[in-house]
């Protein structure tokens, strides 16, 4: 799954380098020259990342305006650009990144390739993957009991138990992680159930390695979608 972006600029030149850096990150890049016109553009799209020039007259207002849209405007990572003497303070344009014109290569892609990694890892923390494998579920006295495993998160998961297994005592889980020949063994507690057998689990405590490889296991699926 590609993400967007937006630059807000006339600069063309910049503008240009900006566009080959974004390109390679597989993020899509629209451009707007006008601060009003982007607004607008924000209020109606979903941009996953925003690259403002400081030097572009009416962004003063602009990032207010951005503020007043909250808290739509505090999902997009803001990335501020322009000489130190024109930039606006960081703390009054709400800007996660910022870089000096004339851009930097390297800077700009290090700067860029952090906000991209902070809106995946924000999408992955909650991105859920729908899959069907049976899951052991064990309790706290040695009792064990299948479950269906419905979704799949950094966090936890949903299954849905059978018959006769209390799952309110359940505080450790098992299941292979389909296509891998791993499998995902977890301390867990109960955070939700119904009456129809779904069971909400939160993960309490996993090991390191597998924590990383059940995250790119869910990176591979949010991108395959």
Known sequence: MTLSSMVV???????????????????????????????????????DALIVDCDLNGTGQFFRELQQEAPRASTVPLVIMGRRQGRHDMEETGAMFAFDKPISVEQAVR?????????????????????????TLSGRRRKQGGAQLINLSQGGLQVRVQEGFDASEASRIAFALPGTKSAVKAEVEIAWSDDRGNIGIRFVKMPAEMKHTLRLWLAQQYFAN
């Open 111 to 135: 700067t860029l390739s952090a906000a991209r990694n902070m809106i995946l890892d924000g999408r992955l923390r909650y991105h859920r993957a729908g899959l069907e494998v049976p899951v």
């Open 9 to 47: 600029s006339r600069d063309w030149q910049e503008v240009s380098v900006l566009e080959c850096i974004l390109g390679g990150l597989h993020m899509d890049v629209a451009v707007e020259s006008e601060p009003q016109r982007a607004l607008s553009r924000l209020t109606n799209s979903k941009v």
